[in-house]
């Protein structure tokens, strides 16, 4: 007797529910980030941009470690090394470079107008990479797997520029944060940090950033083959 064909388990309604909500607060948070970063550029350029949005844009980067717990978990399925990975990046800039060196973002000090620039392209280019994905994933699960094809595109082509732009940022921020470093809080850190941005970040980048490519091209061709189906 062939085996009887296993029930496709369906998503529990609780977990699906607080995915939902989780998704939406923090694109909701990355919203009121990006809308700070611009406004603060529009009145008094990047120089003004932390004391406007550093603090709250540094719990809401915290609350992604929730993330990892939830690869961990197997509440999603995403990667558990990527996804620590893409957190552990952000938070090594939010607690251990602006958050102890904030004249970096403020372009004072060992920081220049390169340095608050940088906060600040880095910022947009996190918070929209956030916007993006975190309604995808919102409208996705509360809409059956559909939601808006602007916001589909976008989810798997957005990162062209924005992961540059973004890792970028985030190298030069590192970079300048070297030097400070040894007397703000030891020679060892500066070394850390020297080691970080130039032997540990560039290949990191190259992972994160053909671990995105890889999962387009998943999405896409799985895309073709649902419309050639379609026909």
């Not at 603090?55 to 609350?63: D, I, N, V």
């Not at 251990?96 to 392209?121: C, K, N, Q, R, V």
């Not at 280019?125 to 595109?153: C, D, M, N, Q, V």
């Not at 062209?160 to 985030?170: A, D, K, N, T, W």
Request: aromatic share 14%.
């Amino acid at each position: 007797m062939a085996d009887k064909a296993k029930p496709v388990k369906k998503a529990s309604s609780v977990k699906n529910g607080y995915l939902i909500f989780y998704n939406a607060v923090s694109a909701a948070l990355w919203l009121t980030v990006l809308s700070r970063v611009v406004g603060a550029n529009l009145q008094g350029g990047p120089l003004v941009v932390y004391p406007a949005v550093g603090e709250f844009c540094k719990w809401t980067q915290t609350l992604a470690s929730m993330e990892v717990l939830h690869s961990l978990l197997g509440v999603v399925r995403a990667p558990l090394f990527t996804t620590f990975m893409q957190v552990f990046s952000r938070y090594a800039i939010v607690w251990g470079i602006t958050d102890l060196f904030p004249e970096l973002a403020h372009g004072s000090g060992s920081g220049d107008s390169y340095s608050s620039s940088a906060y600040s392209s880095m910022l947009v280019a996190w918070a929209t990479t956030e916007i993006i994905r975190y309604s995808y994933f919102a409208l996705s699960l509360s809409s059956g797997g559909k939601p808006p094809h602007a916001l589909y595109w976008l989810r798997y082509h957005a990162f062209f520029i924005l992961y540059p732009v973004g890792i970028s940022s985030e190298a030069y921020l590192i970079w300048r944060a070297v030097e400070p470093a040894k007397e703000a809080v030891s020679p060892l850190y500066s070394t850390v940090l020297f080691g970080y941005v130039t032997l540990v970040y560039p290949p990191a980048a190259y992972i994160l950033y053909t671990h995105m490519m890889a999962q387009r091209r998943k999405v896409m061709k799985a895309t073709k083959v649902s419309e050639k189906k379609a026909i």
